[in-house]
């Protein structure tokens, strides 16, 4: 199908872009690598009169590397992600998560603002940055301000960015020594979303024992949930044996999946059982190592 | 002639390419609901206009279809999601889907039929029948086994799936000087032709049908469709060309998908693996209309149930049940791989329950000199090509824990009626006109092949050019396994008669006076046997913690007859293998109990992926047919025999009874 008509603008500045969205209002929308706007628009499930697209804006397509961790610009891509050498070293579960993302040709348009702003709970990226602790930068006309990512993600479609904001960076603090990441996607195909995924992240005392953990899960409820109860279970243990089978019953408590074509909830709680258990022994191996 | 690269990446000219001044594109409205009463429709153009009844529907139709039959669009009631209700035009696309906007439907919702077991228990979906039967066929006789030591029941359901070509379906009218002229993505273009001419009510000769390029079909463009009918009528009402293109989603909801059927088998059979009896009912899943596959399929299914196998005693109650969905189609195999999945499930089954070797009970009961079935299938001698395929597929090889899964079937090709054909010589160049239309198997390739050889001329100077119901009086399609096999019988044929002509009249043949000369020969070449070949599969496969099954090998070895051209042969087998490999792992039409589709998309009616690809072995045995040229049937040998073998690979590799395709991750760890 096509989509119903729109004005389409390309702004070359933030600026700019901020005019437009306060000319238009409620009548325009954010573009940026329109791999899940698009699809909307040419099913003519979502419509909107105008159109701004962000991609020729300068600025937003940095990763930058320091001391204190990572800056990503909104407009990095997917495929940008998955192929630098940094992020895999730093953020394994980025890479994990990039990789698995549709196919390479979406990942090559998609990019990791539009990944989070969307606010489906069947992307990849939320999980990861909320384990990873990652915050967001909000510029609006005038001003800006961060969201952490465990508060962003409100609902189905549904973010923390308002009307007239533009998600411009995903800033993630390095990661301490002995800490590794890890993300798993249980999926049917190659390019499907995930019918489970999970992120794990993991610290490592200097004796081996665990420090601190957080797991959060894909396409397990309305939103990216994060696993609770995590640090009892885990703190100061250092045995995965010990501990594989009640981190994957805390994970599947907090999750809440729903009964659709891919599966009943009880298939579902049981694949994010397996994935914790898999995540869990993958992240710990590689923090193990580091 | 296009190249296989050419094919492959798409640099053809399809039905979308073709443009004309002051076409109109046509969208059709369709109901969202499975079942519902419609009160009113405002705007369009709809079953006021036009409320012709489907004629003629080509692969599959028997001439005894019962109906009730499918209307253009909706009338009283919308008996599917997705049966069109209306239609609108515009000069773009994007105007014409605006204009959808503008239809106004008054739909009041009605609780719909969307399994067997509800056709079956619930009243019918139409008025004008007494039940939701829409043809019942016993086949065999009823009988008793006072010596049988083991009995055993199971039931089986191989769930619809979509035909999922490339390109869906497609084509452009442009109704011109008293003749509709219909360009059309098909598989037959006489079937569209007299479709056409029974819906719009038009006379042969005011219908011209051409082919062109064609992405795949498998079963899809075959035949019939409404919108097919609608967008002739706007072209001759509007008086201009119209063209319509289907969208993925309208093909998921709105075409003829395959499969959808269930079996309740019950086989009788002696401790050492000898059966003697089998019973069931088939179960099809029609759809909500009469036509098309549907009437046909359940008799075709009970009537090669016992496939390469000599068993004595046979009943089958053969049954077409309307659902609200819509009406079934012809999906590779159509019927064959139905007919083999219910058997060679039993005979796992019994394996299981005897302790024998599965390959050595199908052994034991394939046959050991032609057979005549209770359903009245002829076969002939099966064990010979059994012992064979054992060898040559490595069965015997395996050593456990590995163990594959093993599938031996008997192929029934669609050889009957024959094919028509046109061979013209003119100018020093040859050109072919076939009844059966490409749609991407590549017939260029066998065409030039035979020719060349009869007329003894370079191959370059043949064309198998675009089928045309002008250039060509009659044809048949290309569907069942058919094409190679009757459309080269019928150019070998017609090469022949001209051969015998320049004979006569010059007194020897010699490639110079053809080409020198002009020659133009067309008939339609009569076949009336069913050409029956063999087939096994191996197949070897792991299912991961996740419920994912990974198919390592998929080995095939089919009586091929003669490889007219090799390559192509390893073609369709390699891509039949992953049709099958489809079926049994990802792909499904499926609907929530209420009538919603739940496929909408074709990642969720799920094609296999480039890494879901195994590792092949294809083998052929080359046992000449009766044909002048000895090839036999092939195209659905695939289909048929990898379900069967799959299915069994993962039945050992993860102990849990394969009923239904497709084998979903859910039922496999839950
Ligand atoms: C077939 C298919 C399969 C896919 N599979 C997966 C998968 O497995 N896993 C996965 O994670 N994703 C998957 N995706 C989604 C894809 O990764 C996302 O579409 C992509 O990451 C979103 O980014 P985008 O740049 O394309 O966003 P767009 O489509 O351009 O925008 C998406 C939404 O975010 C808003 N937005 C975008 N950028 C900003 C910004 N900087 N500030 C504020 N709002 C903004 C837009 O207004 C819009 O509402 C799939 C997509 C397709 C088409």
Sequence with gaps: MNPREFEYHAPHSLDEAFSLLGKYGDESKILAGGQSLIPLMKSRIFSMPHIIDIGKIEGLRNIEINKSGARIGSLVTISDLESEREIAELFPAIHDAASQIADPLIRNAGTIGGNIAHGDPGNDLPAVLVTLGAVFVLRRSGGERTADASKFFIDTLETDVHHGEILTEIVIPRPGKKTASAYLKAKKSAGDFSIAGISTCISMEKDGSIGSIRMALTSSGPKVIEVTGLEEICKGKKDYNSIAEKVSVAAVSSAKPSDDFYGTVQYKKKVIGILAKDCLKLAMERAEKR | MRSEKEMVTGRMQYIDDIVMDGMLHMTVVRSPYSFAKINAIRGGLNHTDFNSEMKSFGEGETGEETGPGETMFAGSHAFYAGQPVAAVFGKTKYESEDNAD????????????????????????????????????????????????????????????????????????????????????????????????????????????????????????????????????????????????????????????????????????????KILGLKGKVLVDAGAFGGSIAEFSP???????????????????????????????????????????????????????????????????????????????????????????????????????????????????????????????????????????THGQGHEFFVKSLLSTEFRIDPGLITLEYADTDMLEKGEGSWGSRSAMVGGNAIIELARRIIKRIEK??????????????????????????????????????????????????????????????????????????????????????????????????????????????????????????????????????????????????????????????????????
């Excluded at chain 2, 079909?217 to 289907?246: D, N, Q, R």
């Excluded at chain 2, 609907?591 to 919603?596: A, C, I």
Aim: proline share 7%; charged share 25%.
């Design chain 2, 102 to 273: 503008s239809v106004e439907v008054d739909y009041e919702p009605l609780k719909p039929i969307m399994n067997l077991n509800d056709s079956l228990k619930l009243g019918p979906v139409h008025g004008s029948m007494k039940s939701n039967v829409l043809k019942r066929t016993l086949l065999g006789k009823e009988f008793s086994i006072a010596d049988s030591h083991i009995d055993l029941s199971d039931s089986f359901m191989m769930e619809r799936i979509a035909t999922n070509p490339i390109e869906g379906r497609g084509l452009v009218c442009h109704y011109d000087d008293n003749k509709l002229n219909v360009w059309i993505s098909g598989q037959s273009m006489h079937s569209i032709k007299s479709g056409l001419c029974g819906t719009l009510n038009l006379p042969p000769d005011r219908v011209r049908v051409f082919h062109v390029d064609t992405g795949g079909a498998f079963g899809l463009k075959g035949g019939m469709y409404p919108e097919y009918a609608i967008a002739g009528f706007a072209s001759m009402k509007y008086g201009k060309p119209v063209k319509w293109i289907e969208t993925r989603r309208e093909h998921l909801m709105a075409s003829k998908p395959g499969r959808g059927v269930r079996g309740d088998i019950t086989i009788s059979a002696r401790k050492d693996g």
């Design chain 2, 299 to 437: 008799r075709f299914i009970g009537y090669q149930i016992t496939g390469p196998y000599a068993i004595g005693n046979v009943y089958v109650d053969a049954q077409a049940l309307v659902t609200n969905k819509p009406p079934q189609g012809p999906y590779r195999g159509a019927g064959r791989p139905e007919a083999s999945f219910l058997m060679e499930r039993m005979i796992d089954r019994l394996a299981d329950e005897t302790g024998l070797d599965p390959v050595d009970i199908r052994l034991t009961n394939a046959a050991t000199e032609p057979f005549k079935t209770p359903t009245g299938m002829t076969i002939p001698e099966s064990r010979s090509f059994l012992q064979d395929a054992i060898r040559e597929l490595g069965y015997r090889n395996f050593r456990k824990p590995e163990r594959p899964g093993f599938s031996f079937f008997a192929l029934l090709p669609a050889s009957s009626p024959g094919e028509g054909a046109r061979i013209r010589c003119s100018e020093g160049k040859v050109k072919v006109w076939l009844g059966g239309n």
């Design chain 2, 505 to 670: 009249e010059e007194g020897h043949y010699a490639p110079e006076i053809l080409l020198d000369g002009e020659y133009d020969e067309q008939d339609f070449v009569s076949y009336k046997k069913t050409l029956i070949s063999y087939g096994a599969n191996l197949v070897t496969a792991d299912v991961d913690t996740y419920g994912n099954v990974h198919v390592k090998e998929c080995r095939s070895y089919y009586d091929v007859g003669r490889a007219l051209v090799p390559h192509m042969v390893r073609g369709q087998i390699i891509g039949g293998c992953m049709q099958g490999i489809g079926q049994t792992l990802y792909e499904e039409i499926s609907y929530s109990e209420d009538g919603t589709l739940l496929t909408g998309s074709i990642s969720d009616a799920g094609l296999p992926t480039a890494e879901k690809i195994p590792e092949f072995t294809v083998k052929y045995a080359e046992n000449p047919s009766e044909f002048p040229h000895g090839a036999k049937g092939l195209g659905e040998s695939p289909t048929i025999g990898v379900p069967t073998a799959l299915a069994r690979a993962i039945e050992l590799a993860s102990g849990k009874r394969i009923r239904n395709t497709p084998v979903r991750p859910d039922y496999l760890i839950g």
